[in-house]
Structures are given as structure tokens and as C-alpha cells.
């Protein structure tokens, strides 16, 4: 029964523009360097950005794209690494159009409105965010640390009219629903039980009860529209000052952003350890959009501690960490790594602040079998402008920042101004 969901698409054949992912980048007193000799231009070749299919379209619809490539017995998946349930590609595809049909017909929701996702890492988020994604409705993802004040002011912000959260989340996001003028009907669970709340697995089922024919159509851009011009995402930045500002990100930067990462990904990556947060710009895109193009299997973490993802990398033998400078210190310091045999990690892998050249000695010296992969980005740029490739994973070159992507331009401007 796969046929009605992977029909109607519209067709994009149309001449891609290859700049569609221009990165101004302005650098002042910071210490990673780029490896790249000559920085205004790009280094990495062109890429052929589609300007006329959304995120959905693309990720499901597209004959480029792992389901139109793998048996459905050989498609990745998220799986909750604590818990072992799992949601396939196939069930997301399935999944998502009838969540998306529920809030549409049931809730009302329309192109531009915005759903606000509040909570940890569930194999759930990619759920909510994709179906929401299907019919143009905006997501906009809040750090479940938020406290109220913060919470009512990412609701606030994003001028979101639905929320999806956790029971453990509940109290905050009760309260700074109320607080953003969200009605309670509009509050749902992505995993987990509430009297008087709806749940993900309900949604689900009330847009199936719709049948096949009756399935809100996936959404298709208009004549004279882009995929540049339709918001997917609200991200939040901590920018400069004040507070955090709702960065907004369309439809063409994720898949502009995928497909400069795609090339100089090993064809090995097939697991993906998903210990950063969904919410964040890094988390989005290589733990929840990249993955489906290379049909990877994404283990997610609910909740991060060391044994939690050593547990995981050791169990499922992840090869690339993705983590943030703070955990690569405790890799080297922590003395529960001592426990863990960890032969099967081939790369650490990094970006979002400096690593010490002390620290990076240090993980040489216990993992030598490793390489190091940098990167550097901001939510702005939707996640990289410059990222390390095969041949350089090199802890000699592991205080630079790799080279620039596909498709993008930099501009270095010194504290002179010139």
C-alpha cells in the first residue's frame, strides 16, 4: 500500500541554482583555523540544489532517496537506545502523513503555522517534526531545560499555536502554554500518557481512521514559489546580545546543507549516535535529515550521561562521535571510559567551541587508532560552512576547521574592518 503515499509529487527538473547556500561569515578573535588557503571562494565544488520540492517531497518522494533505493527490510530507522523501540523510514513515512492529517483536519493546522516541540530526544521528534513539515506547518524546537520565563518566551517569539511535549515537561509547558495564549486542546504528548492530553500514538490513529484517499495531501510549492521562500524551521540562536533570536530556516537550507555534507561523508556511516540535542541546528541536521539520505540507523539518547552513551557506542559499535567539546574532556579524564572497550570508534568528531591542543594530545595518546573531524557552523548557516573531509580526519589538522563546503562563499573581515 505504499504507492498512494509516493504519488502525486511534483516533479523537480527544473535547472538548480548553486548558490543556493550562501554563508557569510564574518571571523574576528576566533582560534580554529580553516585549512583552506584561499578563503572567498568555495574549495569543495558545486552542489545541485532542487528549488521547487519541500523537505518532504525530497526526503520521501525522491528518486535519489533511500526508499526508492532499499527494500523496506533494509531501511534505517531511529532507535531509542535505552528503550530499543524503534520507528523505521518506512513507519516515519506512514506515521507522519497521518499525524499530519490529524492536526490538519482534526486541529486546523495550516502553512505557517508554528508547532512548538518541547522535549528530549525522542525517536517521536522526527515524527512530529516531518509531519508538520509535510504541510507547511513551521517547527520550532525549545531546549527542555527552558524554565517558564524561558519557555513562554520561545512560545512567544515563535508565535506558536500548538505544542508537543513530554510528561516530564508537563508543568513548564502547561503553564507557559497558558502564559503564550496556547489552549490546552492544542498541548499534545510525544510519548506517554496524561488524563485529558492526546497523545502522538492517538494522533496517529485518528488520521489513519481518515483512510488511505482521505489523507491530507503532502504540500506542494506554488507556481513563482521556492523552497527558499517556505519557513520549516524557527531555531533559536543565542546571536549577540539580549535574547535568543528565532533564526528562520527554510525548506531549501536543510536540503542545501544535506547534500554539501552528503559527499564528504564516509559511505560507511550507517550509525548514528544521536547524543545531541534534536532541538539544536546540529542535531536537526545530522541526526534527523542527513541520516534518511544515507539511510543510516540513528540511536537516540533520552537523556545523556557517560555510561548511557559509552552503553550505546559500545553496543550498537558506532564508529563516528559526534560530541561536544565538554564530553571529548571527559573522554580523556572521566575514569569510566577506562571500563569500556571502545576499538570500534574510528573518529571523534566536533565543532561549536576550540579544543585545547592539550586535550587533543591527550586523545591521541588514548585512542590512537582514532582520526578527528571539526566543523564549523552556526544556526544561521543552517550547521556547517566548513567541515573536515575524509582524507583529513588528522589530529594534525584537528585545530583547523576543514575545509569549506560545497557551494559557499566566506568573507573574512579583521577587527579593522578590512
Known amino acids: 500500500m505504499l504507492k498512494p503515499f509516493l504519488s502525486g509529487m511534483k516533479s523537480f527538473n527544473e535547472p538548480p541554482r548553486t548558490t543556493a547556500n550562501i554563508n557569510p561569515l564574518a571571523t574576528?578573535?576566533?582560534?580554529?583555523?580553516?585549512?583552506?588557503?584561499?578563503?572567498?571562494?568555495?574549495?569543495?565544488?558545486?552542489?545541485?540544489?532542487?528549488?521547487?520540492?519541500?523537505?518532504?517531497?525530497?526526503?520521501?518522494?525522491?528518486?535519489?532517496?533511500?526508499?526508492?533505493?532499499?527494500?523496506?527490510?533494509?531501511?534505517?530507522?531511529?532507535?531509542?537506545?535505552?528503550?530499543?523501540?524503534?520507528?523505521?523510514?518506512?513507519?516515519?513515512?506512514?506515521?507522519?502523513?497521518?499525524?499530519?492529517?490529524a492536526l490538519a483536519k482534526r486541529y486546523g493546522l495550516k502553512?505557517?503555522?508554528?508547532?512548538?516541540?518541547?522535549?528530549?530526544?525522542?525517536?517521536?521528534?522526527?515524527?512530529?517534526?516531518?509531519?508538520?513539515?509535510?504541510?507547511?506547518?513551521?517547527?520550532s524546537g525549545a531546549s527542555p531545560a527552558y524554565n517558564f520565563e524561558e519557555m513562554t518566551y520561545a512560545l512567544k517569539t515563535a508565535k506558536a499555536k500548538f505544542l508537543m511535549t513530554v510528561p516530564g515537561s508537563m508543568d513548564i509547558a502547561a503553564a507557559a502554554a497558558e502564559a503564550a495564549g496556547i489552549k490546552k486542546d492544542n498541548i499534545f504528548l510525544l510519548e506517554?500518557?496524561?488524563?485529558?492530553?492526546?497523545?502522538?500514538?492517538?494522533?496517529?490513529?485518528?488520521?489513519?481512521?481518515?483512510?488511505i484517499r482521505g489523507q491530507v495531501p503532502a504540500y506542494n510549492l506554488k507556481p513563482g514559489e521556492t523552497n527558499f521562500d517556505l519557513c520549516a524551521f524557527l531555531s533559536f540562536s543565542s546571536g549577540t546580545t539580549g535574547l535568543p533570536k528565532a533564526?528562520?530556516?527554510?525548506?531549501?537550507?536543510?536540503?542545501?546543507?544535506?547534500?554539501?555534507?552528503?559527499?564528504?561523508?564516509?559511505?560507511?556511516?550507517?550509525?548514528?549516535?544521536?547524543?545531541?540535542?534534536?532541538?539544536?541546528?546540529?542535531?536537526?541536521?545530522?541526526?534527523?535529515?542527513?541520516?534518511?539520505?544515507?539511510?543510516?540507523?540513528v540511536y537516540m539518547l533520552p537523556s545523556f550521561t557517560m555510561k548511557s552513551m559509552l552503553d550505546t557506542v559500545t553496543e550498537y559499535r558506532i564508529a563516528e562521535l559526534l560530541?561536544?567539546?565538554?564530553?571529548?574532556?571527559?573522554?580523556?579524564?572521566?575514569?569510566?571510559?577506562?571500563?569500556?572497550?571502545?576499538?570500534?570508534?574510528e573518529r571523534f568528531s566536533t565543532g561549536a567551541a576550540p579544543v585545547s591542543e592539550e586535550i587533543l594530545g591527550l586523545l591521541k595518546k588514548k585512542f590512537p587508532w582514532t582520526g578527528f573531524k571539526q566543523a564549523y557552523g552556526m544556526t544561521e548557516s543552517c550547521s556547517c560552512i566548513t567541515a573536515s573531509t575524509p582524507d583529513k580526519y588528522l589530529y594534525e589538522l584537528a585545530h583547523k576547521v576543514g575545509d569549506i563546503v560545497a557551494s559557499t562563499m566566506l568573507k573574512i573581515i579583521g577587527e579593522d574592518g578590512e
Open 192 to 211: 506517554g500518557k496524561i488524563e485529558g492530553l492526546t497523545t502522538m500514538d492517538e494522533l496517529i490513529l485518528l488520521g489513519k481512521r481518515y483512510g
Open 28 to 101: 574576528s578573535k576566533h582560534p580554529r583555523q580553516c585549512s583552506s588557503k584561499a578563503l572567498n571562494q568555495t574549495l569543495s565544488g558545486e552542489i545541485k540544489v532542487p528549488l521547487n520540492i519541500t523537505i518532504w517531497n525530497w526526503l520521501f518522494h525522491s528518486p535519489i532517496l533511500p526508499l526508492k533505493k532499499y527494500r523496506s527490510s533494509a531501511l534505517g530507522g531511529y532507535t531509542n537506545a535505552e528503550t530499543k523501540e524503534r520507528i523505521s523510514y518506512l513507519d516515519l513515512l506512514y506515521h507522519a502523513t497521518y499525524l499530519s492529517t
Open 111 to 139: 502553512k505557517s503555522d508554528t508547532v512548538a516541540l518541547f522535549s528530549p530526544n525522542t525517536i517521536w521528534y522526527p515524527l512530529a517534526m516531518l509531519g508538520v513539515s509535510r504541510v507547511a506547518g513551521i517547527v
Open 247 to 297: 533564526v528562520m530556516i527554510a525548506h531549501q537550507n536543510f536540503i542545501a546543507q544535506s547534500l554539501q555534507i552528503q559527499p564528504i561523508t564516509p559511505a560507511s556511516h550507517k550509525k548514528v549516535l544521536a547524543v545531541l540535542p534534536c532541538f539544536h541546528i546540529t542535531g536537526l541536521i545530522h541526526a534527523l535529515h542527513l541520516p534518511i539520505l544515507l539511510n543510516a540507523e
Open 323 to 345: 560530541i561536544v567539546p565538554p564530553i571529548l574532556i571527559r573522554m580523556v579524564r572521566d575514569p569510566i571510559v577506562n571500563n569500556y572497550d571502545l576499538r570500534c570508534v
